[in-house]
């Protein structure tokens, strides 16, 4: 169910910055830096409001060319998600907090430098939800054994 006031929010951030919103029909947030437009689902709670923002973030921050490998992917979505925090004064609700830590984990794995502000991002969310799994800061958690599912692909 749609939260009016969240969705309108967001359309009227948009239209300040002069972003056409429009609705996810594929079901999946994204966002074009070229044609200053994003596609977003309903708006439901905080954390549909989070990524909404999130797109926005991307829109404004995207680098000119698209992404060429795990870490400027992650350079990416990490601008993106600190726009989105920035714009709430660091202020996140803790389901922005859970949206954020489940999208750029996604992403995170891949590069898994804890020297990214993406680890920076994600260890914050940690701490306000310590329930979120699987979890980059090492508050006595045993690590993660990635050799199993290392995914072996051939280098483009
Ligand atoms: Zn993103």
């Known amino acids: 169910m749609e939260d009016p006031e969240l969705a309108k929010r967001i359309e009227e951030i948009c239209k300040k910055l002069g972003i056409a919103v429009h609705s996810a029909k594929s079901g999946r947030n994204c966002a074009n830096r070229k044609t200053s437009a994003i596609w977003i689902r309903a708006i439901a709670d905080a954390g549909d409001f989070a ?3 999130h797109e926005i973030g991307h829109v404004l921050n995207d680098p000119e060319n698209p992404p060429h490998d795990h870490r400027e992917r992650l350079d990416a979505e990490a601008n993106a998600w600190q726009w989105a925090l920035d714009h709430e004064s660091g202020d996140f609700d803790l389901p922005a907090w859970i949206r954020l830590h489940s ?10 430098d804890p020297a990214h502000p993406a680890h920076t991002l994600l260890v ?21 054994t ?10 483009r």
Do not use: N
């Open 51 to 53: 990524a909404a923002l």
């Open 146 to 155: 990635l050799g199993s599912r290392k995914q072996v692909k051939p280098e």
């Open 124 to 144: 914050e969310a940690e701490k306000r939800d310590a329930t979120i799994r699987p979890r980059v800061s090492s508050f006595g958690v045993p690590r993660l």
């Open 103 to 112: 999208s750029l984990h996604e992403y995170y794995v891949a590069v898994m």
